[in-house]
């Protein structure tokens, strides 16, 4: 048996998972943790610099140092690094990746977009029962678009935004204004409209990942009376039924949606620039049904080395 870790450094949290591969080359997690790191926090109003900023930084590296100690002595040892949008956009992304090297050890690959989107195309594939969907994964500072027919992905993209940088773009981390919403629409839709592809998923079920979605699914969950709201892989719910939980957190001010997200109140601040171009997406493509996915890019990197 073969252990083998991935290091997930993500535009809004820093993650662990610790992978155990048998000698007939199947694989199961024992081990997953999270660190809220904010690493896009400070790269969404100013499109023409993309720094990582040195507090975010230094949160990145504590997670790391934590998360060092749950796998260090484990036998049998092979980790790997990723990291995505705001790495990738990042004008000191060398400086921080040595840090990251000289703590770890580990050379961190940095995933382009179409990467990203086609490891998360490989998640869903390998752990979901489905053929024929629209797959959106939603990050702190990209999120990407894949439409899958037969079982293939037909188009696929990533578009440098996410949930952290729209916040900051848009003003949209308290109570909404009417006018900074139009603004935020308007700018998702222009994206849409550059992507006819898209129209290739209408009518298709609507696969979601990504932090904001997964607070939408563990809010469905709780209102069905789950026990466990972390079990959410593979959950489905009507697409008016994920409009209406949005427009609900649409008309709160971030304290009010603090107190409604619970165990999720950390995402209070962000979770309407995350789900805002998901609204519109629904909304556009005319999406019957959501399912929710827990199984993406880091799967998908581990599926591909079997």
Known sequence: MQNVVM???GSNSTRLSINEFSENGTFKEVKRLKKMTRMAEGMGKNSNEKILQESAIKRTLAALQCF??????????????IATAAVRAAENSTDFLQKVKELTGVEVEVLSGDAEAY?????VKKSLNLD?????????????????KNGEAV???????????????FNVADEVSAQNLFRFQGFIQKIFNEQRWLLEG??????????????????EMQRRGAKNLDDFHGVKMSARSFLNIYTDWLGLDRREREQRLGIDAERADIILGGLTPIALLIQQLEIPEIIFSESGVREGILYTSI
Do not use: H, Q, W
């Not at 060092?68 to 690094?81: A, Q, S």
């Not at 490891?119 to 998640?123: H, N, P, R, T």
């Open 7 to 9: 290091l997930d450094l």
């Open 202 to 219: 209408r009518y298709l079920p609507l696969v979601l990942l990504g932090g904001a979605n997964r607070t939408v699914a563990r809010t």
């Open 68 to 81: 060092k100690k749950e796998y260090e002595n484990l036998p049998n040892l092979k980790v790997k690094g």
């Open 155 to 169: 188009n696929l993209t990533s578009i440098p935004c996410g949930a952290v940088s729209l916040t900051e773009k």
């Open 119 to 123: 490891y998360d195309y490989v998640g």
């Open 132 to 148: 024929d969907f629209m797959l959106c994964d939603m990050g702190g500072g990209s999120f990407e678009l894949v439409v899958v």
